[in-house]
């Protein structure tokens, strides 16, 4: 796997001293990851229900060998008898070096936490994924694909470094699409302050995926809703999450509260990205990262699943004729519990919907999680390895479209589809709301 050094983030400390100061860390912070670090059983109950070793069974892709990497350095701390057993304890003194295997090994996991799920300690090894990443990045490791996103990011407003100008020419395009489509006039707000609800959804819902976008605008039309958008932070990805880089994951999110307290809205409404939600909702907001905020925060899915059962749209069922699969992304699945929404939505807006089996807080990760879709430079074992189980999960359901709120997922099943000629269209859940929707 090519990485590569940014200038700004050359390493403050020795290697070795710094792996071994991160890893003393954890002595002293959260309790749940000093128990990760001392309970593992070695069962491989976490091995049998994971992505990557069910695409590659070998001891490498076990998520706990992966995290015994830094469980060892651990151990060699804080235990007095694997101190004195060293390797018969399954304790390990850091050697310089070492730190490429962490690399590459830590980037081999979708940190999708299907581990977790089944573990019978719970142990949920992606919270150790995400520490051996965060001592990655502060030796100045990082892949460099995801450096250069999250200060395009971090720069801009959005991972697709669009410029204000460049979101208010494709809404422009996009209400004009719609007004082609449908002959109605259907408005996407840019920017203005009092709205009711600020839509902030992917920026690939926006830019490279955008029927999700314009489903939403359909439904707010059809209800007379206030909202709006944000030509300078249209975009909720936050790889801060997936590198471990808690500095910039915090940055990303309070400038999407800022720009929500500049235009005074009601209701934050961010779109069909899981980890966004997640930092949003069940991090910043439970966190209370920027004190009580004047908003409240719920998805999009949400929103409009309770619209359906409300019945303040009507959906034409037959508009989507074709066989419809849901992939639940990861983060939505499993870290937010938004399995039954999008579910309620598609089997009130299509025809012929098929669930995977297994699906919900169960289901098999893309494998493109944890911001590997965005890594060009591994695309063959996402390809061959960790989308593997994902692909078999497709075929079987005979589906032609799949629904998959999650721009990541989006990225990572179009390349698998192309890849193992799958005969599918992947889109995301608004998508069927746009065409099933009827506009009186």
Not at 197 to 206: A, I, L, Q
């Amino acid at each position: 796997m090519a990485v590569q050094k940014t200038e700004t983030e050359k390493p403050k400390l020795p290697e070795k001293e710094t792996v071994e100061k991160a890893v003393a860390a954890i002595h002293a912070g959260p309790r749940v990851l000093r128990l990760y670090m001392e309970t593992c059983a070695k069962c491989g109950t976490c091995a049998e229900v994971c992505p990557v070793y069910y695409g590659q069974k070998d001891k490498r892709m076990n998520p706990a060998d992966r995290s015994d990497l830094i469980r060892a350095v651990y151990k060699g701390q804080t235990s007095t008898v694997a101190k004195l057993l060293g390797g018969l304890a399954g304790a390990h003194e850091y050697e310089e070096g070492e730190i490429q295997e962490w690399t590459d090994r830590f980037y081999e996991c979708t940190g999708c936490r299907r581990c977790a799920t089944f573990c019978p300690f719970g142990i949920d090894n992606s919270v150790i994924t995400r520490k051996g990443r965060a001592i990655v990045h502060k030796l100045g490791l990082t892949p460099q694909r995801l450096i250069d996103v999250t200060n395009v990011s971090l720069r801009l407003g959005n991972t697709d470094g669009c410029t204000p100008e460049g979101f208010i020419d494709t809404i422009n395009f996009l209400e004009e699409e719609i007004k082609e489509q449908c002959g109605v006039d259907v408005k996407i707000p840019i920017d203005v302050e009092g709205a009711d609800y600020f839509y902030v959804p992917p920026s690939g819902d926006v830019l490279v995926n955008p029927e999700a976008t314009m489903g939403v605008a359909k439904i707010m039309h059809v209800l007379g809703i206030s909202w709006t958008t944000s030509s300078r932070m249209f975009d909720g990805a936050n790889y801060g999450l997936f590198t471990g880089d808690d500095a910039a994951m915090k940055e990303e999110n309070k400038n999407v509260v800022e720009e929500a307290e500049r235009l005074k809205i009601k209701h934050l409404l961010p779109g069909e990205c899981g980890h966004a939600y997640r930092i949003i909702k069940f991090m910043m907001e439970k966190g209370k990262w920027w004190g009580k905020l004047p908003f409240d925060i719920t998805n999009v899915m949400e929103f409009t699943a309770d619209v359906i059962r409300k019945g303040d749209i009507k959906l034409d069922r037959s508009k989507n004729k074709e066989p419809i699969t849901y992939h639940d992304p990861c983060n939505f699945g499993r870290s937010c519990n938004i399995v039954e929404e999008p579910r309620e939505i598609l089997k009130a807006s299509c025809e012929d919907f098929r669930d995977m089996t297994p699906s919900g807080a169960d289901n098999w990760c893309c494998g493109g999680g944890g911001g590997l879709s965005a890594m060009d430079t591994i695309r063959d074992f996402r390809m061959k390895v960790s989308g593997t189980k994902k692909v078999e999960q497709i075929r079987e359901t005979g589906a032609k479209f799949v629904a998959a709120p999650c721009a990541n997922c989006k990225r990572q099943l179009t390349q698998l589809a192309e890849f193992h000629d799958l005969d599918i269209k992947v889109g995301g859940v608004h998508d069927l709301v746009y065409t099933a929707i009827v506009m009186d």
